[in-house]
């Protein structure tokens, strides 16, 4: 999701100037959009591993192939490397392990977005021919993060050598791991803590509806989702979670702004090259500089991008639990998001599912989700039945958009994760089979999953 424009190389003296620069995230809500990110392994086809960027039809060449298309421009060159395009509000990267990544354009509904992911696949399918696979799950389950090769981005040197010693699971989080994302727009202060807190409450069951990966190189897990594991307890304390401050409603910019200030820096970037800054606080930054630098907006931005919050405040808000997962899946997550969060009763149906709201419970919820889905029991009752509550609360709210907006309603995106609850099989419950099935054939899996 495209943020607003801000005066990046503006220096910062004030700490109102980073209180301003989330204001200027503010859309009114004829305005309000949905964004969409969803990553994707690249698997070869003759052998089961992983592309790599400098190989002939690696991601070199599939950049090069984008750049040439009048609908994608080069973004700027990576350490000499081209590994991003852009165009149309849109962009296409590369994670650390090579997972494929399109944000896509901001979009009023999910049929849009249906579209753009369609036309996405299309594209790179023909550019990449019959050499690879593209599948979604949330953690590649047959690989170790060495049998990965790294991409080659500035940023990811800095984060391999620092993430390992706050969490020694961090190179399965950067290299095996996949994920759908979906952006909200927020009209005031009060209505993105209203967005936050209410999806701080449902993101640990919509983690357990999308689950996703349970099989961890090689062996299974007992985890649904392994990816959520990894993240919450394994890769960097100190940026991941959900912060106590979002408990609560009575917080605002200011109390994100302390949050953020806190969570160590990984980098700043000057002429195009990054500055390893990894472990210092951005609050000091702030005050004393660092050598010859002194903070930016621009820098202010690139860290809000480096904390890692199941939901995250830039100039829009990030919802982040769910697990890579086929089409269905991709199509399904921002719908589910988009009736709960762009509708008021809806928000106030999900706060009361959770009612009277008891932050250790609620903590506790979030392992059970991540450890047995949709199969798991909480002091708020069974994990499907809370899942089947915001569907309900979804449908509901898209039904009362739709209807306000003018447009035919977008419920059917839901029906595949509401026919996961009716079987009581997960997508999770389903690569799991699948894996055994084909006896920890990664080709053979990626082609049953391949999209």
């Given at each position: 999701?495209?943020?607003?424009?801000?005066?990046?190389?503006?220096?910062?003296?004030?700490?109102?100037?980073?209180?301003d620069?989330f204001?200027?995230?503010?859309?009114?809500?004829h305005?309000?959009?949905?964004?969409?990110?969803?990553?994707?392994?690249?698997?070869?086809?003759?052998?089961?591993?992983m592309?790599?960027?400098?190989?002939?039809?690696?991601?070199?060449?599939?950049?090069?192939?984008?750049?040439?298309?009048?609908h994608w421009?080069?973004?700027?060159?990576?350490g000499?490397?081209?590994v991003?395009?852009?165009?149309?509000?849109r962009?296409i990267?590369?994670?650390p392990?090579?997972?494929?990544?399109?944000?896509?354009?901001?979009?009023?509904?999910?049929?849009?977005?249906?579209?753009?992911?369609?036309e996405?696949?299309?594209?790179?399918?023909?550019?990449?021919?019959?050499?690879?696979?593209?599948?979604?799950?949330?953690?590649n389950?047959?690989?170790?993060?060495?049998?990965v090769?790294?991409?080659?981005?500035?940023?990811?040197?800095?984060?391999?050598?620092?993430l390992?010693?706050?969490?020694?699971?961090?190179?399965?989080?950067?290299?095996?791991?996949?994920?759908?994302?979906?952006?909200?727009?927020?009209?005031?202060?009060?209505?993105?803590?209203?967005?936050?807190?209410?999806?701080?409450?449902?993101?640990?069951?919509?983690?357990?509806?999308?689950?996703?990966?349970p099989i961890?190189?090689g062996?299974?897990?007992?985890?649904?989702?392994?990816?959520?594991?990894?993240?919450?307890?394994?890769?960097?304390?100190?940026r991941?979670?959900?912060?106590?401050?979002?408990?609560r409603?009575?917080?605002?910019?200011?109390?994100?702004?302390?949050?953020?200030?806190?969570?160590?820096?990984?980098?700043?970037?000057r002429?195009?090259?990054?500055?390893?800054?990894?472990?210092?606080?951005?609050r000091?930054?702030?005050?004393?500089?660092?050598?010859?630098?002194?903070?930016?907006?621009?820098d202010?931005?690139?860290?809000?991008?480096?904390?890692?919050?199941?939901?995250?405040?830039?100039?829009f808000?990030?919802?982040?639990?769910?697990?890579?997962?086929?089409?269905?899946?991709?199509?399904a997550?921002p719908?589910?998001?988009?009736?709960?969060?762009?509708?008021?009763?809806?928000?106030s149906?999900?706060?009361?599912?959770?009612?009277p709201?008891?932050?250790a419970?609620h903590?506790?919820?979030i392992e059970?989700?991540?450890?047995?889905?949709?199969?798991?029991?909480?002091?708020y009752g069974?994990?499907?039945?809370?899942?089947?509550?915001?569907?309900?609360?979804?449908?509901?709210g898209?039904?009362?958009?739709?209807?306000d907006?003018?447009?035919?309603?977008?419920?059917?995106?839901?029906?595949?994760?509401?026919?996961?609850l009716?079987s009581?099989?997960s997508?999770a419950?389903?690569?799991?089979?699948?894996?055994?099935?084909?006896?920890?054939?990664?080709?053979?899996?990626?082609?049953?999953?391949a999209?």
């Open positions: 999701m495209s943020p607003a424009q801000s005066s990046a190389s503006v220096p910062v003296t004030d700490r109102s100037q980073l209180i620069y204001r200027q995230g503010e859309k009114q809500p305005q309000r959009g949905i964004g969409t990110e969803h990553e994707k392994f690249v698997i070869r086809r003759r052998d089961g591993s592309l790599s960027f400098e190989e002939p039809g690696g991601f070199g060449d599939i950049f090069e192939a984008l750049a040439k298309r009048s421009n080069r973004a700027p060159l990576d000499g490397q081209l991003s395009v852009v165009g149309n509000g962009s990267t590369l994670e392990g090579g997972q494929f990544e399109l944000s896509g354009a901001v979009a009023p509904t999910i049929f849009e977005i249906a579209a753009e992911f369609d996405h696949i299309d594209e790179i399918k023909e550019i990449a021919g019959d050499e690879v696979y593209f599948t979604i799950w949330g953690m389950p047959a690989v170790e993060p060495e049998d090769p790294w991409m080659p981005k500035e940023r990811y040197r800095i984060m391999r050598r620092y390992p010693t706050r969490g020694e699971m961090a190179h399965w989080m950067m290299k095996t791991t996949c994920t759908i994302q979906a952006n909200f727009d927020y009209c005031s202060q009060s209505d993105a803590v209203d967005l936050i807190h209410t999806a701080v409450l449902a993101s640990p069951v919509v983690g357990a509806l999308f689950a996703n990966s961890q190189n062996s299974d897990t007992g985890f649904q989702s392994r990816r959520n594991f990894i993240w919450w307890n394994h890769t960097d304390p100190d991941t979670g959900v912060p106590e401050f979002m408990y409603t009575d917080w605002g910019y200011e109390d994100y702004l302390e949050y953020v200030l806190d969570v160590p820096m990984f980098f700043i970037q002429q195009g090259q990054l500055i390893d800054l990894s472990g210092h606080s951005f000091d930054f702030i005050e004393r500089g660092h050598e010859q630098y002194r903070a930016t907006i621009a202010f931005e690139l860290h809000l991008s480096t904390s890692f919050p199941d939901v995250r405040l830039k100039q808000v990030e919802v982040r639990s769910a697990d890579g997962g086929p089409r269905e899946a991709v199509m997550l719908a589910l998001w988009k009736g709960i969060l762009y509708d008021s009763t809806a928000r149906q999900v706060i009361d599912l959770f009612d709201l008891v932050e419970e903590r506790e919820l059970i989700c991540y450890r047995d889905g949709i199969h798991g029991q909480s002091a069974p994990v499907a039945d809370l899942g089947n509550d915001l569907l309900d609360i979804a449908a509901n898209l039904d009362r958009i739709a209807g907006e003018d447009h035919e309603p977008e419920t059917d995106f839901l029906t595949p994760v509401r026919d996961r009716r009581g099989r997508w419950d389903e690569l799991r089979a699948d894996f055994e099935a084909v006896d920890g054939d990664l080709c053979a899996l990626a082609k049953k999953w999209l």
